[in-house]
């Protein structure tokens, strides 16, 4: 391997020997990465579908520079890129044959692989999902705080903490099957769970966090019921949430909002977090429609 190119591997042990120390030393930016390959580490690879997943990593002058990861759905998750870099990896990409049939990353990485994308390959690129990750300052509580208090989820509340998960998922658009039997293999199971429960004890918000991984845990999801907005739950479910985060140790604590949500980013902002970095994905035609000969995902 030349000492400024492109490795690719399909070995995560390999992967993570050489990249984790890279992506940890910017956890709140690399808050995607470090909780899928902790995910992939601990779950196995199957847990994103049949087939391999291919792993990079840009090294130059002996240090990583930028990783990526390739799903079996052919989604290539990026760490920042110059346009230069995004424009030689397009390349290496359609050399070796494979296929993308979409990229997530900051905004600025998405789109030059984007348009390096359709420049070798011929494929357009539809803008598919955009969010604003948010990085904690310092945590200020809501004023007034309602009443009541933040606790964890209990086992025995599953069912009823699977139907607000559902319930979320068809709010913000997820095409997911939550049952007691597809549990495990949704991005809603390796999570731990914040109640906000009134004075009677009955649950009226929640929020959700990622495993702490690279000294970051992302807050996500948080849901209030819509007939229970409008009274400072979900704040003060936020707020209960990333204490809990930083009392196990959390660094960095990250949240991700629709950039076009007025509301949630005016709370957020409110409580301490602070826009850090724009996401976008684009879906990309596939290789092959645009003439590119294909290969699977191994």
Known sequence: MRPDDWHFTEDLDEFLARAGDFLRSRPALHTTQLTTLEKM??????????????????????????????????????TPLSPEQADVLAGRLTGLGR????????????????????????????????????????????????????????EREHEHLMAWCREFAADVGESVAITAGTWT?????????????????TPVSMAGANP???????????????????????????????????????????????PANLTSNALYRRLGYLPYADFTRYDLALPHAAGLPARGDG
Not at 46 to 52: E, K
Not at 116 to 122: K, S, V
């Open 41 to 78: 580490r601990t779950r196995g690879t199957a847990a994103f579908g049949t087939g391999l997943v291919l792993f990079g990593l840009l090294e130059a002058a002996g240090e990583v520079r930028a990783a990526l990861y390739r799903l079996p759905s052919q989604r290539v998750v990026l």
């Open 212 to 258: 702490l991984v690279g000294g970051q845990v992302r807050i996500d999801p948080v849901y209030t019921p819509a007939r229970l907005r409008g009274r400072g739950y979900a704040g003060a479910v936020t707020v209960a949430a990333t204490r809990a985060a930083l009392n196990a140790g959390a660094t960095d604590v990250v949240l991700f909002t629709d």
């Open 99 to 154: 296929t993308v049939a979409g990229v997530l990353a900051d905004h600025d990485t998405a789109t030059g692989f984007a348009e390096a994308w359709q420049r070798h390959t011929g494929a357009a690129a539809v803008h598919g999902w955009r969010g604003r990750l948010h990085r904690l300052g310092t945590l200020t509580p809501p004023e007034p705080v309602p009443a009541g208090r933040g606790r964890p989820v209990e």
């Open 185 to 201: 293999g949704t991005r809603f199971a390796e999570k731990s769970y914040t109640y906000w429960e009134d004075p009677d004890g």
